[in-house]
């Protein structure tokens, strides 16, 4: 059976790229049957960067019942927040004895996370993609669907299942595979299209939240920056118009069609005419999602009971893994 690991941070809303990027494909592979799926919160994660308890904890019911809501079911899918299942952490010890500095120092993500003021960073966030290595391996995840943005980290993580397996002589992590699915593999900022969209920007301006009702969503993309330039009728015509490609990008994503043919229906009209259609679209698909989860986050007992269920169905796969990895690694079990 090929099984889905994959992961989300509960550091505020979940933006438009968070739902292009990776939530929509998962409920897709979700309803393939093909693979088994399991989904985190991963709060561990969150607090690399400084977290408020409570906001974080709120954050973690907000995450998952969005998940619930983009239509994620707990029933099928494995859904849980990482902090319950100690096993990540016992195996990223080990991980982390294997991965070099070297390594984590090529990271772009810590970079630009960690800014100029490197030294100030946490040393957590510096490990970060360890740490993400062991929840994806703690299950033996063989495919992990992802925005682009978390490629580097996954060829770490499949260095680091390799050196494993080498240093002990063992065939025992596969190596697991990146699916980086959709036409918008990497939503860009409203307000610089060189920029990811982000939760964590410090502009609300610059993304779409899930839970944007629909004059936000429109009040966002009608100030989201463009060009005064009409849309060009074929994709070429975008190579070095960012905030333009962003947007079509954006439109062909939610409609489910190719940039070609949305440029064959838009070319040659202004962003007066394609904003309040793009507008409606986004509406449209993330207006019934929002409406759920509020009435999901109406019922906090039920989404932390959901939580609790995912986190034992995770354990009972993760712990006879780390058990077998701990033995492999010589250390002695009572
Ligand atoms: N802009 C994006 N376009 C496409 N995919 C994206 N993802 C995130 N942003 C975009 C994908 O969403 C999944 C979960 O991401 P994450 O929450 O673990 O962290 P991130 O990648 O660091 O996303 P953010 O929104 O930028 O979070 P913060 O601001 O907290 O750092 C991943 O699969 C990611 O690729």
Redesign the pocket.
Known sequence: MRRIF????P??NL?L??Y???IRNWVALQGEKSYECIFCV?DQHAITIPQDPAELKQATREVAASLIAAGIDPTDSILFNQSQVDEHMKLAWVLGCVARVGWLNRMTQFKDKAGKDRDNATTGLWWYPVLMAADILAYKGTHVP?????KQHLELARDIAQAYNSMFGVEFFPLPEPQILGA????MSLRDGTK?????DASDMSRINMTDDADTIANKIKKAKTDPEPLPSEAAGLAERAEARNLVTIYAALADRTVDEVLAEYGGQGFGKFKPALSELAVEVLGPIGAELQKLMADPAFIDSVLAKGGDRARALAKPIVEEVYDTVGFLRP
């Not at 994959?6 to 941070?9: L, N, T």
């Open positions: 994959s992961g989300i941070q550091t505020g933006t790229g968070n292009l990027g990776a991963v992802v925005g682009d943005d978390q918008a593999t990497r939503v990811k969209m982000s939760k964590s």
